[in-house]
């Protein structure tokens, strides 16, 4: 693992595990001491994350972790309830036993973050299942318009979210995989509907109070 990749994992990590709640201030100078990089090298990573909405850059006031709104939040899940349970009849035209296989390993990688109580990779994983299906789909343009909002979700279920929201509460994706081999169309529609809807129900939509950061402690092993 490169040292920038290894950085933006623990920045992620402590993001999505609420270590940096919503809006805490990212300097770049503080980050440079705590990982003993470059400030250049801080600001690639920062500008990774702000790239998948996890961290904003503001000009002459610099990078802080996203807060998104309540009614963002609301809005981002509505958005995925609209699109994603109708996608399901084009992306079974495309399903076989190659594709059932692709995603029952990505939702074991999911059960074992989850098991191993790795909250961001499994928040990421979740992501990706979604927005996968979502290309297989065939529409370029919905698929990355879901990816978009996968990557928007993440941080909402970071900052408003609940283990709950990642976990078998919200429905198994192994349920939905085996709706798939069926090929049935309309409980695929059904399964998706309700899993969004669970998740946008598992939100506590309250503000957060901002807290003091040490960066040197939170990220010296």
């Not at 440079?32 to 690639?44: L, N, P, Q, Y």
């Not at 879901?146 to 279920?157: D, F, G, K, N, P």
């Amino acid at each position: 693992m490169s040292n920038d990749e290894r950085i933006y994992q623990q920045i992620l990590k402590a993001i999505v595990e609420h270590q940096l709640p919503p809006g805490s201030r990212l300097p770049e100078d503080r980050l440079s001491e705590a990982f003993a990089v470059s400030r250049t090298g801080i600001r690639k990573v920062l500008q990774r994350l702000a790239l998948e909405h996890f961290v904003v850059i503001e000009k002459n006031k610099g990078a802080h972790v996203n807060n998104p709104s309540e009614k963002e939040a609301v809005e981002v899940l509505d958005s995925r309830i609209l699109i994603e349970p109708h996608l399901m009849p084009t992306l079974l035209i495309k399903w076989d036993p190659a594709q059932s296989q692709r995603f029952r390993t990505m939702v074991k990688e999911e059960k074992l973050a989850e098991k191993e109580n790795q909250l961001a990779d499994a928040i990421q994983l979740t992501a990706r299942f979604h927005y996968e299906l979502a290309k297989l789909s065939g529409n370029q343009v919905l698929a990355n318009f879901v990816e978009q909002l996968c990557y928007r979700s993440s941080l909402i279920l970071a900052a408003y979210g609940t283990r709950g929201s990642v976990s078998c509460d919200c429905g198994d994706h192994f349920q939905l995989i085996d709706i798939l081999d069926q090929g049935d169309e309309d409980k695929a529609h059904s399964w998706m509907l309700h899993h969004l809807k669970h998740i946008k129900s598992s939100l506590i939509l309250e503000s957060k109070e901002e807290r003091h950061i040490n960066f040197q402690q939170l990220f010296t092993s």
